[in-house]
């Protein structure tokens, strides 16, 4: 039986050492520009807030319960509205977009951080607690244990059936799992 390398001509002879390397430079230089901006964008921390509490401007909103004002993403404190993929969380979230569309957001920077968000109380121009008003509409839920239960008198009585998903999350009933 012949040798694989006896078959093949000189003229086509490879550096087999030096095809790997590049297929490894390749393979490797395109994931790891994948994988560091990845986890640059889950590890990103909070921009730090000048010395001041407080933060103000226009908001883009993120979902039911995070917005971000000046480049900072904010948590609305003490609530808990539904995830985007999660029954009522688009209703949540576009019903925040009305509130605060074309409008000047205060946060009340508290010294929490959730996640990668800075957790504060915001207020429309009007002095409108912005938490107060998706609770009030039924779209999210006073969150007991970072509130101390100031939002739940606005509660509407069905709000914790509707938002089944959000209350079973903070009793520790539901575990996350992606599918």
Same mark, same amino acid.
């Given at each position: ?56 401007? +226009? =908001?883009?909103?993120? !979902? #039911?319960?995070? @917005?971000?004002?000046?480049?900072? *993403?904010?948590? %609305? /404190? ?42 504060? +109380? =915001?207020?429309?121009? !009007? #002095?409108?607690? @912005?938490?107060?008003?998706?609770? *009030?509409?039924? %779209? /999210? ?39």
């Amino acid at each position: 039986m012949s040798n694989i390398i006896d078959i093949i001509p000189d003229t086509l002879t490879i550096d087999v050492g030096k095809m790997f390397r590049a297929l490894f430079r390749i393979f490797f230089r395109s994931t790891r520009t994948k994988i560091h901006r990845k986890r640059g964008r889950r590890q990103q921390k909070p921009k730090s807030v000048a010395s001041t509490n407080i933060l103000g401007g +226009k =908001c883009h909103v993120i !979902d #039911g319960d995070t @917005i971000i004002v000046r480049g900072t *993403k904010i948590r %609305l /404190a003490g609530i808990d509205a539904p995830e985007l993929e999660h029954p009522w969380g688009k209703k949540a979230k576009f019903t925040l977009i009305g509130l605060c569309k074309g409008r000047v957001v205060t946060a009340i920077i508290k010294d929490e951080i959730s996640y990668d968000r800075i957790v504060a +109380k =915001c207020y429309l121009p !009007d #002095g409108t607690d @912005i938490a107060g008003e998706l609770v *009030k509409q039924g %779209l /999210a839920l006073d969150w007991r244990k970072f509130s101390g239960g100031e939002y739940r008198h606005l509660e509407p009585t069905d709000a914790r059936k509707k938002l089944w998903r959000a209350a079973a999350k903070q009793q520790g009933r539901l575990r996350d799992f992606k599918s």
